[in-house]
């Protein structure tokens, strides 16, 4: 069976990452993201590795999502290198990624050594995500405001949206 290149997932999906960006759960979920289930079982480890670390915000968010399979856990070194070299808009994703790790694959947050990221990249929104991931894995007592200080991101729609394709891809 042929396996998708990181090339193909673009030139297959051109549009989901727009949708991964900024979900929204309207009823248009199943059909914006259609496309990319449709290939998910067809793109191996080592694509979604480098779709995760590669070049632009793009591939990081999509790789995140294709990340977000059985053991999806093997990707968090990935998500942790992806926010070493930070693309801006795909923080926010990467710890909400990293989150539901925590909570349904059994790593521990202190393994992620959240405190040695820069707090103040992209205008705080490095910390903004740590905290909020801190706070969703049961690392923090109280909750931050609901907006990324940046890009005006809801984390808790990215652990929606990881939940809700993990949901559809054990469906299919």
Known sequence: MHKITADEVFERTPRAHLWI???NFEGRERAEMAPLLAIA??????????????????STLV?????????????????LESL????????????????????EEEIH????????????????EMGWAIDKAKYHSGNRPD????????????????????????????RR
């Open 41 to 58: 079982d067809d793109v191996a480890d080592d694509v979604v590795r480098s779709l995760i670390v590669g070049g632009d915000w793009r």
């Open 109 to 124: 947050f202190d393994s992620l050594a959240a405190h040695t990221f820069d707090r103040a990249t992209f205008d705080g």
């Open 84 to 103: 070493r070299t930070p693309k801006g808009i795909a923080i926010t994703a990467a710890w909400a990624f990293l989150t539901l790790c925590c909570l």
């Open 143 to 170: 909750d931050v405001s609901g907006i990324g200080p940046h890009y005006a991101q809801v984390f808790e729609d990215y652990l929606k949206l990881f939940r809700w394709w993990r949901s559809m891809s054990r």
């Open 63 to 79: 790789g995140l999502v294709l990340a977000m399979s059985e053991g999806f856990s093997r990707f968090a070194p990935e998500a």
């Open 21 to 23: 960006l900024r979900p």
